[in-house]
Every structure is written in C-alpha cells, then in structure tokens.
C-alpha cells in the first residue's frame, strides 16, 4: 500500500521544517514535500498524487483567498488544510467557505496540528475550538461568486491583482490576448461587476485583513 504524501506549502524554510518535524513524530510513514509559492505547489501536485495540501494564506503568487479557491478547483479531490498567522474568525470562516477543510493556526500546538490534521484524514472540518462557522453573510454573495471562477479564471484575476495588463497576462499563461480578454469578460460577468479595478476591489475586500491597502 503506497504511503500518504502531504504537501507544505510555505514560503519559509524555518516554519516548513518545524511542521515537518511536527508530521513525521505524528505520521512518520506519511510522504512530505515542500513548496514554497503557488506555481510550486501546482508542480508538486502534478508530478505525484497527493493526499494533502498545508497551505499558507501569504506567499508568492497567493494573494488571500484566491490560492485556496484556485487550487480547490483546479484540484477538487485534494484537500486543503490552511496554516495560516491570521486567526480572525471572519478569516477562518471564509477559508472553509472557499473550501478549506480545516484551518489551524501558526500558534497551535504541536498536539493541536497533529489532531487537527487527524480529524481531516477521517472527514471532518477541522477549525479552532471556539469558532463558529456561521456564515459571513457580508461577503457570502461575493465569496460564492469567486468560487464559480474556473482556474484559469482564477489565474487571470490573481494577474490583475498584481497589476499586470491583457498583454502581459497573455505572455505569463502563454495564450493569445484574445483569450484573456475573453476571460476578464467572463470575470466580470461572474462577480457582477463592470471593470477590472471593480473586480480586484471585490476580490480583495473578500480578503478582509490578510490583504494591505497598498496591495489592492
């Protein structure tokens, strides 16, 4: 019977070998490998099947939620655990609504990782004990909206994020401009608003505090 294999996903080698650590004393028959931005995580998945992926919420080429809801679909039979240093509930709560099957703090204990990664094995959501996962209704609508977009949709709004024009997106995906323009479109028709600055406004608000203002 072929072994689990997890993927951290982490931008720091220091906390990436600390949670290694905390797996392998758990789960020492239990594959880890390591990523350390998005396109990483997406290289690693795809060069073997993966049971896991630990994902943190800030590192290159993850801006908030829109990591989590790209790999979600993208890859819908893989969970996704995020470890995260944001433990706001209104964060927690629209991890798992983009499909997080558990979140666990960077604060957590070692015990606290180990049976919340436990219970996520055996099917259930994992989440702090004293959080509620009542839905944010604030942002619900916007938040199901963003789920609809296919990954490659997904990608395109990561771009305008950062900035980057129909041209430039085109040249990164490695498609025509046509194509992008096709899927900025679509974008917008999805989330119901009229222009891309709308769209990023959108996307970042559903980030609440894990997004700086002079990142939007």
């Known amino acids: 019977m072929a072994s689990e294999r997890f993927i ?12 290694k650590q905390i797996l392998a004393r758990d789960m ?12 990483e995580v997406v290289a690693a998945v795809e060069e073997k099947d993966t049971d896991l992926i ?20 993208q890859f819908p039979d893989i969970p996704v655990v995020v470890v995260s240093a944001s433990e706001e509930t209104t964060i927690i709560r629209r991890a798992i609504s983009f499909g997080a099957s558990g979140f666990i703090p960077k604060s957590a ?21 004293d959080v509620s996962l009542e839905e944010d209704e604030e942002t619900g609508d916007m938040a199901r909206r963003l789920s609809t977009l296919t990954p490659q ?23 025509s401009e046509a194509t992008i323009k096709a899927h900025v479109s679509a974008i917008l028709q999805k989330l119901g608003v009229e222009s891309r600055t709308q769209a990023v406004i959108a996307a970042s608000r559903v980030d609440g505090e894990l997004i700086a203002p002079d990142r939007l």
């Open 8 to 19: 951290i996903a982490d931008d720091h080698p220091l906390f990436r070998d600390a949670l």
């Open 28 to 39: 020492p028959d239990v594959e880890l490998a390591e990523a350390g931005t998005l396109d």
């Open 54 to 73: 630990l994902l943190d919420l800030k590192m290159p080429g993850v801006q908030g939620f829109s990591g989590l809801i790209y790999l979600r679909a």
């Open 109 to 129: 204990s070692a015990e606290q990782m180990q049976a919340a990664l436990r219970a996520v094995l055996a099917g259930e959501v994992a989440v702090p004990e």
């Open 153 to 175: 949709q997904m990608r395109v709004l990561m771009m305008l994020r950062e900035g980057l024009l129909n041209k430039q997106i085109a040249y990164e995906l490695g498609v």
